[in-house]
């Protein structure tokens, strides 16, 4: 067996390890929240009981907002399922134009996946061209912006293995592991938590370091396909994704300090989230200039902006995915001033 041959080997594993992570993951992730969904709707049906008519106001918001993310988890993951699929079938025939899909077998199946290049192939589709690369570098952005708040406001709500929200993250595109997580956020119940440690932010040299990193990381992206440290941009992408929940998370003050005021605890979420900001905020400017870029200084109108998300099913993957993201944080928020 050939050198090339066992990169193959290991490549296909990936691929299929990345399969049965993502469906582990899914089912944790969807096993805590049932849990929380119990225990939300025992305590509404206590406060209908007790007659709390400001609690119960509260509560039937907090089932629509519910509904609401559970529809868009759903979208997601369908949407995501059928770009992803096609983006297979297209690697499949790539591979053996002369076959049928009616053909497909295990067999098959695994010979395709050990002889293609997956993960090179999706990488560089996405990115081969300003256009596609326009798509995929605000939603890569979105996500590290998505996944700095979601530490912060992970840790901070206590959400149940925050850490599987992340790995998610890193297999699949951000709109699914955000709806869940913004799902967990509304159910978590906030007075089991009255009382917490103090905290201390991120630095902001840290919130800033990590975003210019990832950022200079991105721009040289398109200049490394086909080279050999295109791997090497592609590892560093993931690691600087995941890296908020390593460096960006708060910190404990001083052991065994704890708030019991409400509006001591409040103020403390304030500052958190406002020392949070200096890493939402350049990502947020970033974004901006991204998108200014987009239908102003790409020497192409906005039709063609749009339309290169049906170039590639790996390009609608992150396209649509972006827009679903963009959504469900919008309704989100909107709903959460109702």
Request: glycine content about 4%; overall charge positive.
């Amino acid at each position: 067996m050939s050198t090339q041959t066992r990169e193959n080997v290991v490549g296909a594993l990936i691929f299929y390890a990345y399969i049965a992570g993502a469906l582990a993951l899914t089912g944790l992730i969807c096993r805590d929240l049932m849990i929380m969904y119990n225990r939300f709707s025992g305590q509404k049906r206590k406060d209908v009981q007790v007659l709390r008519k400001d609690c119960g106001r509260a509560k039937r918001g907090t089932q629509s907002r519910v509904s609401i993310l559970a529809a868009l988890s759903a979208l997601s993951f369908a949407v995501l399922s059928y770009h992803m699929l096609n983006f297979l079938i297209q690697s499949y025939q790539s591979w053996a134009p002369s076959e049928s899909l009616s053909d497909v077998s295990f067999p098959k199946i695994w010979k395709w996946s050990v002889h293609s290049r997956l993960f090179r192939d999706f990488a560089e589709a996405i990115i081969n061209d300003p256009h596609r690369f326009w798509w995929t570098n605000l939603a890569l952005t979105y996500s590290l912006g998505w996944n700095v708040y979601m530490s912060i406001e992970g840790f901070r709500k206590s959400i149940p293995h925050l850490w599987a929200y992340f790995l998610l993250d890193q297999i699949l595109p951000v709109s699914f592991t955000q709806n869940m997580f913004l799902l967990a956020v509304h159910l978590q119940d906030d007075k089991k938590y009255a009382e917490i440690r103090m905290l201390d932010p991120p630095s902001a040299a840290m919130q800033v370091l990590l975003v210019c990193a990832y950022s200079a990381v991105l721009a040289t992206a398109p200049i490394s396909i086909g080279s050999g440290w295109f791997i090497w941009v592609l590892l560093a992408t993931r690691a600087l994704l995941s890296a908020p929940f390593l460096v960006l998370r708060p910190r404990i003050a001083r052991p065994g300090a704890s708030f019991q005021h409400q509006d001591v605890f409040s103020s403390a979420n304030y500052s958190l989230r406002h020392e949070a900001r200096w890493a939402l905020a350049l990502i947020s400017g970033y974004m901006a200039v991204q998108l200014a870029q987009g239908f102003l200084a790409l020497p192409s109108s906005i039709t063609a902006v749009l339309s290169v998300l049906h170039d590639n099913p790996a390009v609608s993957t992150l396209g649509y995915d972006l827009l679903i993201g963009t959504f469900s944080l919008s309704v989100s928020r909107l709903s959460a001033y109702q």
